[in-house]
């Protein structure tokens, strides 16, 4: 089954304590990015990656690392959390190979409270 | 830069009432558009997408069509059911020769439906 599998789906954690949010795709796309969500606006993008070792800014990436070693993994580490990261954050994944049709997948989520 | 404006909600509709949430948006050249919706506790799931003028994308008994001339993507549903309540999300993606799906989605501040039985 094609998916983007998102780890923890839950964290409450505090101020400065180093966090990584994993997510692995297994569909073999080039395309991953990283976005946030939070009420009112939408989401906004934090990261993205064209393919392995290619990663970019989005929107919103202050706070934020990303790195892309192998191709099916793109972590988000927070390296100092703080309050104001406090939100819900997807990953999504997409190929630029093929039908332009293919739809972006997304993960299931991960809800981070930031104390 | 582009950007996507959604019709505020919240969206509280009754069991087969007729539905339209208003999406417009700014971007450069011919971007492909998008419905995504996410039901609660999950991820954003395509419900429906157009990669060019006119086109009209459906799926469950939803529909929006790409208008160029007046820049907007509204989705609608002719008559909804209580699993239809989610949050809806317009988005775009800057345009390519023939449409495409990869790349960042700007995303509308989404708009949360509720309908009751």
């Known amino acids: 089954e094609a998916q983007v599998t998102q780890n923890p789906r839950y964290l409450i954690t505090v101020t400065g304590k180093k966090l990584t949010v994993t997510c692995s795709q297994n569909m073999n796309h080039e395309y991953m990015s990283w976005y946030r969500q939070d009420p009112g606006l939408g989401l906004r993008q934090i990261y993205y990656s064209m393919n392995v070792e290619v990663t970019d800014k989005g929107d919103v990436p202050e706070g934020y690392k990303v790195s892309r070693k192998e191709k099916r993994n793109f972590p988000l580490i927070l390296e100092s959390p703080s309050p104001n990261q406090t939100s819900l954050y997807f990953c999504a994944s997409s190929s630029y190979r093929g039908p332009s049709n293919q739809p972006q997948h997304f993960g299931d989520g991960t809800r981070l409270s930031i104390l | 830069g582009n950007s996507v404006t959604q019709m505020e909600g919240p969206v509280t509709l009754s069991e087969e009432a007729f539905l339209t949430i208003n999406c417009t948006y700014t971007a450069t050249g011919y971007p492909s558009l998008f419905w995504y919706v996410q039901y609660p506790g999950e991820g954003l799931q395509l419900l429906l997408k157009a990669t060019k003028a006119d086109d009209k994308g459906s799926n469950k008994g939803f529909e929006a069509t790409y208008r160029k001339e007046t820049t907007s993507f509204h989705l609608e549903k002719g008559s909804v059911q209580v699993s239809d309540s989610a949050v809806y999300f317009c988005?775009?993606?800057?345009?390519?020769?023939?449409?495409?799906?990869?790349?960042?989605?700007?995303f509308g501040q989404g708009t949360i439906l509720t309908v009751h039985p």
């Open positions: 988005a775009l993606i800057k345009g390519g020769a023939g449409g495409t799906s990869y790349g960042k989605l700007t």
